[in-house]
């Protein structure tokens, strides 16, 4: 079972930016695609952003393309999502996930427990 934990989201402001964090296990983390998805309350889950396993490819929301970068470094196990020029309906429980390169969340095998984003207006 694979252990994947997001840190760094929190509550900002309209404009602002900020960056999450997923920390997967050191020994498969490199095999696998990482994904970001958001669940906003009475909504379902959608796809934010994904990156192949060696980082190369890359593929956004047209929601937050220009603004979010995704990326990963394989020798500490981790994807990041930068987020600037955050809108309040950016609000969300941001997920990580392993598995494929993929939009869709059933690819995916292994999930983060979520954290929570807020943005103020």
């Known amino acids: 079972q694979a252990q994947l934990e997001e840190s760094g989201g929190g509550l900002v402001q309209t404009g602002d930016s900020l960056s999450l964090s997923c920390a997967g296990p050191?020994?498969?983390?490199?095999?696998?695609?990482m994904g970001w998805f958001r669940q906003a309350p009475g909504k379902e889950r959608e796809f934010v952003s994904a990156?192949?396993?060696?980082?190369?490819?890359?593929m956004y929301a047209d929601s937050v393309k220009g603004r979010f970068t995704i990326s990963r470094d394989n020798y500490k196990s981790t994807v990041f999502l930068q987020m600037n020029s955050l809108q309040p309906e950016d609000s969300a429980v941001y997920y990580c996930?392993?598995?494929?390169?993929?939009?869709?969340?059933?690819?995916?095998?292994?999930w983060g427990q979520g954290i929570q984003v807020t943005v103020s207006p």
């Open positions: 050191a020994r498969t983390f490199s095999s696998w695609g």
């Open positions: 990156t192949t396993r060696s980082g190369a490819g890359k």
């Open positions: 996930a392993a598995g494929a390169y993929s939009r869709v969340p059933n690819s995916y095998t292994y």
